[in-house]
C-alpha cells in the first residue's frame, strides 16, 4: 500500500475534523491535509485525480506481499498556477466540507476561477460552487459600479482564466453603465443647486444622502492601467460624458504621476511607491490621448494641471504626439493660465535659454488658430465701448494678450534671449490683443537694459513694436526719459503726447458739456483723437450733464498739464534750433552768414527747423499743432510787451 510523505517545505493547514488525512493537496507553498470524499464530491479535476492515484496505489499493491502493520493510504496532488492562490483554494476546501462561504466583491473573483478549475459543476452536486458565484456576480456585483471596481482589481491576477470567464469583461461594462446611469440621474433629477427636480420644477427638496457627481472618480483610481484604459474606451464607446471621463483622466493621473503640481511636489518626492519612468511615460501617454482637446469646462481640468502633464512630458521625454495634444489642449484654455504656468523650463541642452519658449510660442499659435476672427470683432468694439467711457469686455485675446506682455518681461533679461527671438514672439499677437502698449513698453525696456550690446538696426526694429499712440501719460513720460530707447522714438513719444494733449484741451473747449471718457480708465492718445472727431449732436446726450465743480477740477489739472507741456516745449525748440543752426553753419562753410541766416527771422527758424526735424524721424502728422501753441505763446508775449510799453509811455 503506497504512503506519500507530506511536504517538507512551506506551510500545512489541517481539517479539525477528528479523523486523520488521507489526501495532501499543495498549493503554492501551502500543503492542505484534506479528506478525499468530501472534495471528490463537489469537484470533478480533484475525483479524476484521486481516483486516477488509487487505480496506481492498487496496482502496486497487487504486486507486494502481505505486511504485517497495515498502513492507512494518504495521497500527495500538486495544484500548480492555481488561480487565486492558496487563500482561494482555502475557501473552497472549505465549501467542499459544507462550511458556510460569504461571497464579497473582492473574493469573487478569485472564488469563481478556483471553481472553475475544480470543476466544480453542478454535475457534482447542486448548487456548487460555480452557480453560487454566478448568481453573486449577476445579482449584486455587476449592478453597483463601486463593487464591480473591486472584483475587476482583483480579476488583475487572475488572468487569463477571469479573462476567457468573461468576468473582466461584464465587469468592464458594468462600470460604464453605472457611470452613465449616476451621470443621467445626477443631470436629470437634480437642479443646479442639487434639489429635487418635479416635471422640470424645482421642489426645494435635496437627496437624504446627496452625493457628488465625480465620487466615482477616486473608485476607479485603484484599476491598474491596462484594465483602466479598458475601462475609459468602453465608456467613449458608450458616448459617456466627455467631461466626467477627463475628470476620472485628472484624478487618475494625479493619484499615479508625481510632481504633477508644484504644490504637491514636496510631498511627492517623499512617497515611497513611484513607478519607475517607462511606466509613468506610458499612464502619461494613455491620459493624454483619451483627454479631448476642445475647452473644457471641468474644474479639474485647470491650465495649472495641464501645464504640469507638459512639464512632467518634457521631464519623461514623452511621445511628440502627447506633448503636441497637451500644447493644444493648453491653448484651447490659454486665457485662464498664470504668468507662473508659462515659465516652463527647458529641460534640453540644445535650448540656451532658461525657459522653453518655443513651446509657449506653439502654444500661442495654436490659440490664435483656435480664436480666429471672431475675436477680432469683439476687439473692435470692446475699443469703442471704451473711446466712450464704457467699460470693455475682456475677451480672451486681451486677457492672452496682457499675459503675454507679462512673459515678454519675465524672460527679456536672459542674457541669452536673442533678438529675433523676442521680436517674434511680440510681434505674434494681433493688433486688437494690446488695448494698451504699456506692458510691451515695459518688457522691451527690460530686454533693452539686459541685452546693451545688441545692434541699432535690432534696437530700431524691437523699439517698432511700440505704437506710441496706445501709450498712456505715465508710459510716455517714462519713455521721453529714458535713453536707452532711439531718439527716433522719443521723438515720436513726446510728439503724440503733445498731440494728446491739444486734442483733450479741443475737445474741453468744444464740447464742454459732452461726455467725456472715465477717468478711472488710463488716458490713451487714441481715445482723445477718436472722441474730438465725433460731432456733439452724435454725443449720448442721457451723460451730457456734468456737475460744474468736476468739470472745474479737470480744467485745473489740464491746465497745470498744459503749462508743464509748453516749458517742455519750449526746451525742445531751443534745442532744434542750436541744432539747425549748427546744420547750416557746417553746411554753408561761413560761419557769419549762416549765424545770420540763422537768426534773421526766429520764428521761421523755428518752424523750418521742427519741419526738417519731424521729417527726419518719421512723424506724419503736421507741424501745425505745435505751431499753433507757439503762435499763441509769441502772440501773448508780444501783446504783454506792447502793454508795458504803453504803460511805461504813459508814466513818462
Known amino acids: 500500500m503506497a504512503s506519500e510523505k507530506p511536504p517538507s517545505k512551506g506551510q500545512a493547514w489541517f481539517c479539525t475534523t477528528g479523523l486523520p488525512s488521507d489526501v495532501i493537496i499543495e498549493v503554492e507553498e501551502m500543503a492542505f491535509h484534506l479528506h478525499k470524499f468530501p472534495l471528490m464530491s ?17 496496482r502496486e499493491g497487487e504486486e507486494e506481499e502481505e505486511q504485517e502493520e497495515e498502513e492507512e493510504e494518504c495521497y500527495l496532488l500538486n495544484l500548480p498556477g492555481f488561480p487565486g492562490g492558496s487563500e482561494a483554494f482555502e475557501i473552497a476546501a472549505k465549501f467542499c466540507y459544507g462550511v ?8 469573487v473573483g478569485p472564488l469563481r476561477c478556483a471553481a472553475e478549475y475544480l470543476e466544480m459543476t453542478e454535475e457534482h452536486g447542486d448548487g456548487n460552487l460555480i452557480a453560487r458565484t454566478e448568481a453573486f456576480l449577476n445579482q449584486s456585483v455587476l449592478r453597483s459600479l463601486k463593487d464591480a471596481v ?13 479573462e476567457d470567464l468573461g468576468i473582466v469583461e461584464r465587469c468592464i461594462d458594468a462600470i460604464a453603465m453605472n457611470a452613465g446611469a449616476d451621470q443621467l440621474a445626477s443631470g436629470d433629477l437634480a437642479s443646479p443647486n442639487g434639489s429635487i427636480l418635479w416635471n422640470g420644477i424645482d421642489t426645494g427638496l435635496r437627496h437624504r444622502d446627496q452625493v457628488r457627481p465625480d465620487w466615482w472618480y477616486d473608485e476607479l483610481a485603484v484599476l491598474g492601467l491596462p484594465f483602466y484604459k479598458r475601462v475609459v474606451s468602453t465608456m467613449e464607446a458608450r458616448d459617456l460624458n466627455p467631461e466626467s471621463i477627463e475628470g476620472s483622466l485628472v484624478c487618475y493621473a494625479k493619484k499615479f504621476i508625481p510632481g504633477l503640481s508644484r504644490r504637491n511636489r514636496v510631498s ?12 509613468q511615460r506610458e499612464l502619461l501617454e494613455t491620459v493624454v490621448s483619451h483627454m479631448p482637446v476642445r475647452k473644457s469646462s471641468n474644474p479639474t481640468t485647470t491650465a495649472r494641471l495641464l501645464f504640469g502633464l507638459l512639464r512632467t512630458a518634457n521631464i519623461l521625454s514623452a511621445s511628440d504626439s502627447c506633448r503636441t495634444t497637451l500644447e493644444r489642449k493648453i491653448a484651447a484654455q490659454l486665457d485662464q493660465a498664470t504668468l507662473d504656468d508659462l515659465l516652463l523650463p527647458s529641460y534640453s541642452y540644445l535650448i540656451e535659454t532658461l525657459y522653453d519658449i518655443d513651446c509657449v510660442e506653439r502654444i500661442l499659435e495654436y490659440f490664435l488658430e483656435g480664436c480666429g476672427g471672431a475675436d477680432a470683432e469683439e476687439g473692435e468694439e470692446d475699443e469703442e465701448a471704451r473711446r466712450y467711457g464704457n467699460s470693455p469686455g475682456m475677451n480672451p485675446v486681451m486677457v492672452v494678450g496682457k499675459l503675454m506682455d507679462g512673459y515678454l518681461a519675465e524672460i527679456a533679461s536672459d542674457g541669452n534671449l536673442k533678438p529675433e527671438k523676442f521680436y517674434n514672439l511680440a510681434v505674434a499677437l494681433p493688433d486688437h490683443a494690446r488695448v494698451y502698449d504699456d506692458g510691451l513698453y515695459r518688457a522691451i525696456d527690460v530686454y533693452l537694459k539686459a541685452h546693451p550690446w545688441i545692434s541699432d538696426e535690432e534696437r530700431e526694429k524691437i523699439c517698432s513694436l511700440i505704437d506710441c499712440q496706445k501709450l498712456t501719460l505715465e508710459a510716455c513720460t517714462h519713455a521721453a526719459q529714458n535713453e536707452r530707447l532711439p531718439l527716433r522714438v522719443v521723438v515720436q513719444v513726446l510728439f503724440f503726447e503733445q498731440l494728446q494733449l491739444r486734442n483733450a484741451i479741443a475737445g474741453s473747449i468744444v464740447a464742454p458739456d459732452a461726455s467725456l471718457p472715465d477717468s478711472g480708465h488710463p488716458v490713451r492718445l487714441q481715445d482723445h483723437i477718436g472722441f474730438l472727431g465725433q460731432s456733439p449732436a452724435a454725443q449720448p446726450w442721457q451723460t451730457t450733464v456734468r456737475n460744474n465743480q468736476v468739470l472745474r477740477f479737470d480744467m485745473d489739472s489740464m491746465r497745470a498739464r498744459v503749462h508743464e507741456l509748453e516749458r517742455e516745449c519750449s526746451t525742445m525748440r531751443r534745442a532744434i534750433r542750436k541744432f539747425d543752426k549748427a546744420k ?26 521742427w519741419s526738417s526735424f519731424t521729417k527726419k ?7 501745425q499743432v505745435c505751431d499753433s501753441h507757439e503762435r499763441t505763446w509769441v502772440e501773448a508775449k508780444k501783446g504783454s510787451h506792447h502793454h508795458q510799453h504803453n504803460r511805461n509811455s504813459s508814466l513818462t
Open 42 to 58: 463537489r469537484s470533478g479535476k480533484l475525483h479524476r485525480m484521486i481516483t486516477e492515484q488509487e487505480i496506481s496505489t492498487h
Open 584 to 609: 547750416k553753419g557746417g553746411g554753408v562753410g561761413g560761419g557769419s552768414s549762416g549765424g545770420g541766416g540763422g537768426g534773421g527771422d526766429a520764428e521761421d527758424g523755428g518752424n523750418g527747423g
Open 100 to 107: 458556510k462561504v460569504e461571497l464579497t466583491p473582492l473574493n
Open 268 to 279: 511627492s518626492s517623499h512617497s515611497t511607491s513611484v513607478a519607475p519612468e517607462d511606466e
Open 150 to 162: 473591486k472584483t475587476l482589481s482583483s480579476c488583475e491576477r487572475l488572468l487569463p482564466t477571469a
Open 617 to 623: 524721424f518719421g512723424c506724419k502728422f503736421k507741424t
